[in-house]
Structures are given as structure tokens and as C-alpha cells.
């Protein structure tokens, strides 16, 4: 991995040579399948190396999961389903609330193995394993306030009553760049919902989520929790084509949602997407401009710049562009890059392997190459590890690959507007819909432009805060379906009306 001539001096902070592990061979989960309550060896020998991406190393081996792999997790969670269906909401919310306690008891476990498999810093890995853990409890309080319309007789002499019911066995298929948090996101709605599942988490960072199965085993019932390690192409495409999987749940890339979406297509299942980003952040000339920067520093790098909600697109008012443009490289140029040992500072680490490593990379030669300036960063550091430096891009024309394609890395383009109407019209100019945000000191300004955004989340003066009480999603190609909130419960029930004849 070399530097790029006009790379901005980023250094990667190195542990020290006496900087004990992150993790140890004790602290792994077990490398195998985990199913029916117990932990399986794969169908094949077939294994997949566990790498960490800030040295390089393989730190694991996961089987590589097949359609028998597949087909026995799912008669596992079709065995258990009626059981974990019949319990009442006061049981299953206890249930949950043992696993939050579970997961808090081993947060400092979670957060190496985490950092270990995915380089994030710790303050990003404890974050993740925080929410995690707020996530099930919500989600334990929220299954026991569950409303719907009121019973009553809406024809003459029949009784209309409402149900909720789990739909039954629910296909998770979940992402690398957040791998416990997303497997939350998704576990705990489905579980307090009534459902049970089969996860396959990501290939390149399964070690989280089945070190969730580990430390839950003797919570849960056999069979309500099952995890296949593998491929998308084998494990993902068999758990969403399979005929007793009754939806599948997707957080990933939009190549990966299409996927899955026509393979569901031939069992008519329900299918909950969650896609990719390209967030715009439009910045109006009276915005507070050092709050925006700030802000930018944690909502455009954070977790390396590795999420869907990043503020990565930047559409500033020309009129403040060259202030706001200097405030923002001061804040960019200041970011502490390392490995997660080497410091508790560190806020970049690596993307996740160095396949992504060159994509992130092609992006910026690309836009180097048709005249795109960077202000900062502006390529790869030497590894080992798979480092990029946080990238400022400026001078980005409309319609510029860099501005319309997720690049998913530490890289924030910026634009610029002369009017509202040009502001609202390119930051919805992408295919994407998942978040957006408006920076104002105009109170009818920012409602009004966050009304005409095409996004499911659009912050006003801030970017990238989340609450588990509070729906996340998106329209367009960032697919359907919500995670958090009691959306979530919804999207993993049906609702049945039971009506009664009542005449005498």
C-alpha cells in the first residue's frame, strides 16, 4: 500500500511493543455453527480466516456455512417457534432484559473482540456495545406497551379485535461494519416481537455475534437463537430462498438487498432492507459554521467513515464555502489515526479488509484524476493494516462519481449551492434515501427544507445521533423497513382481525 504523492503527512499511531493483545485464544468464541443451543461443526471443512485489518493478521476460522447448514438452523428455529411464539410479553421481556444484563456484565470482552476483528477504536466499540445493550432493553420495555386500534363493533353486531402475532422464523443477514450492533438492531425486535431466527453475520467479522450466542446460550430456549457462519453466495442465498423462513432481514449493500429481495421473491416473503447512504449535509450561510465542522469530525469519520448515515456529502452555500471548507480540514488534519492499543485518542482505524481498502482508494484516484482537489488526505498509508487517511474532497462538480456512489471510508466531498431550490435538488439527486441533514439558524428554513428532503432521517443542526426510542431507515435505494423504535416490532408481526357475531 504506498502513499499518494499529495498525501497529507497522516502516521497511523502503532502499540507499543510491550502493549499486551486484544484478545487471547480464551477469549474466542467457538468456531463453529451455533444451533439448537449449541455450538456445531460445519457440513463442509471448508474455513474462512478471521483477519484483523490493523495488522493483518488471522486471528480466527469460521466454517464456511452451506445450504445443509442453513437448512439445519432453520428446522431448529421452526422446532422452537411455537413455544417462544406462546410466551406472554412479561416473560420474553424478562428474557431480554437477562441478555442486556448478560452483554453489560461483558462489555469490556465484546469491545476487544469487536476492535480486534474490525479495528474500530475503543470509544467506537464501546459505543456499539452500549447501544446493543439499550437496544434489548427498549426493546423488553416496548413488546409490553404494544397498541393497536380499539375493540369494538365497526359492522352491526360483530365484535372487531385486533392481534398481533409473530410472523415465525426470521432470516438475518447482517453487515461488517457494525457487527453486534446491527445483529441487536435486528435480534431484539424479532425475539420481543415472538419470532425466532437464523443470523449469518458477515464473513469478515462473525466473532462478535457468536460470542453473543456464547454468553446467551443458557438464556434463551434451544433453537430461538441460531447463527451460520459463511458466504453470501452459499449461506445468505439459502437462508433467504428457504421455504420456512417467513421474512428476511437484510442490512448491507444494495447489489446484496436486490439479492436477497429476488430470492425472497419466489416464497413471497416479507423482506426488511436496509441499504446504503450517500447523507447530504446542506449547509445554509447563517449556519453556525464551526458547529458544522465539529459536528463533521465524529459524523464524517466515525467508525472510519464506515456507515451508511455518514456525513459524507457536503452542499455549502458558496457563499461560505471557502470558510467552511478551511474550518473543516482544520478539524480533519487534527483526527488521531492508529490501532485500537494504541491509545484511548485514537477516533480512525482501518477499513475492514483490503479489498475495501482499494475500492475506498480507487475512489479518490479517480476523482484525483478528473480534476476533483483534495484539500486533505487524499489516499492509502503504509501499512500494515488497512489505513486510508481522512480525505477531504473539494471543487466536486454535480454529478461527480465521488458525490453520487457510496465510497463507505473516511472521504467527505464538498459542493457548492447559490439557492434553496439548488440545495433541495441536488441533495436529493442520488439514489440513495437513508439520512440527510440541515444546518440553519432559521427555524422555518429547517423544517421546511428537512420536509422536502427525500430521507428517512433528517437531523437539523447535528448528524449521526440515533436513539433506540426513534425509527431508522430509508426510502429509494436505501431499501424499506425500520430498525429501533416500536416500528421495528411491526415490521416483525402481522396483524390478524378476529371478528364475532355477537347478535341475540
Known amino acids: ?62 466454517p464456511a456455512g452451506t445450504s445443509e447448514d442453513i437448512d439445519r438452523a432453520v428446522a431448529a428455529a421452526v422446532a422452537a417457534k411455537s413455544h417462544w411464539a406462546r410466551l406472554v410479553p412479561k416473560d420474553r421481556s424478562e428474557l431480554l432484559h437477562a441478555i442486556a444484563d448478560r452483554l453489560a456484565a461483558d462489555t469490556e470482552l465484546l469491545s476487544r473482540l469487536e476492535s480486534a476483528n474490525t479495528g474500530k477504536p475503543f470509544a467506537v466499540s464501546r459505543d456499539d456495545v452500549d447501544m446493543t445493550i439499550d437496544t434489548f432493553r427498549f426493546m423488553a ?60 453475520p458477515s464473513e469478515q467479522t462473525p466473532l462478535t455475534t457468536l460470542k453473543f450466542a456464547e454468553l446467551v446460550a443458557d438464556l434463551l430456549p434451544p433453537g430461538v437463537v441460531n447463527v451460520v457462519t459463511g458466504y453470501g453466495a452459499a449461506a445468505g442465498a439459502r437462508l433467504a430462498e428457504h421455504p420456512d423462513v417467513d421474512m428476511i432481514a437484510l442490512t448491507g449493500s444494495v447489489p446484496s438487498g436486490r439479492a436477497v429481495a429476488r430470492s425472497a421473491a419466489e416464497t413471497l416473503k416479507r423482506v426488511h432492507l436496509e441499504l446504503g447512504g450517500k447523507a447530504p449535509v446542506v449547509i445554509f450561510p447563517d449556519a453556525d459554521l464551526a458547529a458544522a465542522a465539529s459536528a463533521l469530525r465524529v459524523a464524517g469519520f466515525w467508525n472510519s467513515g464506515q456507515e451508511c448515515g455518514a456525513a459524507c456529502r457536503v452542499l455549502v452555500h458558496v457563499s461560505v464555502a471557502e470558510q467552511f471548507v478551511e474550518l473543516l480540514v482544520g478539524e480533519v488534519r487534527s483526527l488521531v ?30 476523482a484525483k484524476a478528473d480534476g476533483v482537489r483534495v484539500a486533505t488526505g487524499g489516499g492509502g498509508i503504509d501499512g500494515p ?115 364475532h357475531n355477537h347478535a341475540r
Open 141 to 200: 420495555g416496548a413488546l409490553r406497551a404494544t397498541t393497536s386500534m380499539a375493540a369494538g363493533d365497526y359492522a352491526e353486531n360483530h365484535l372487531s379485535v385486533i392481534l398481533r402475532e409473530p410472523l415465525g422464523v426470521i432470516g438475518v443477514i447482517t453487515p461488517w461494519n457494525y457487527p453486534l450492533l446491527m445483529a441487536a438492531w435486528k435480534i431484539a425486535p424479532i425475539l420481543a416481537a415472538g419470532n425466532t431466527l437464523v443470523i449469518k
Open 385 to 499: 493494516g488497512y489505513f486510508v487517511a481522512p480525505t477531504v474532497l473539494v471543487d466536486v462538480p454535480e454529478g461527480a462519481e465521488a458525490a453520487r456512489e457510496e465510497i463507505f471510508g473516511p472521504v467527505v466531498t464538498v459542493e457548492t449551492f447559490t439557492d434553496e431550490e439548488e440545495a433541495v435538488r441536488r441533495a436529493n439527486d442520488v439514489p440513495f434515501g437513508l439520512a440527510a441533514s440541515v444546518w440553519t439558524e432559521n427555524a422555518r428554513r429547517s423544517h421546511d427544507v428537512a420536509a422536502r428532503l427525500d430521507f428517512g432521517t433528517v437531523w437539523g443542526n447535528s448528524h449521526l445521533v440515533l436513539a433506540a426510542e426513534v425509527p431508522w431507515g430509508g426510502f429509494k435505494g436505501s431499501g424499506y423497513g425500520r430498525d429501533l423504535s416500536v416500528y421495528a416490532l411491526d415490521d416483525y408481526s402481522r396483524t390478524k382481525h378476529v371478528m
Open 337 to 366: 489515526i492508529g490501532e485500537p492499543t494504541a491509545g484511548e485518542d485514537i477516533e480512525v482505524g482501518p477499513m475492514v479488509s483490503k479489498a475495501h481498502f482499494e475500492r475506498v482508494t480507487g475512489y479518490v484516484e479517480r
Open 1 to 62: 500500500m504506498t502513499t499518494g504523492a499529495d498525501l497529507t503527512t497522516a502516521t497511523v499511531r502503532r502499540a507499543a511493543d510491550a502493549t499486551p493483545p486484544l484478545i487471547t485464544e480464551a477469549d474466542l468464541p467457538p468456531a463453529g455453527h451455533f444451533v439448537d443451543g449449541k455450538f456445531l461443526g460445519g457440513s463442509a471443512e471448508r474455513v474462512i480466516d478471521v483477519i484483523d485489518p490493523s495488522t493483518e493478521d488471522v486471528i480466527a476460522h469460521t
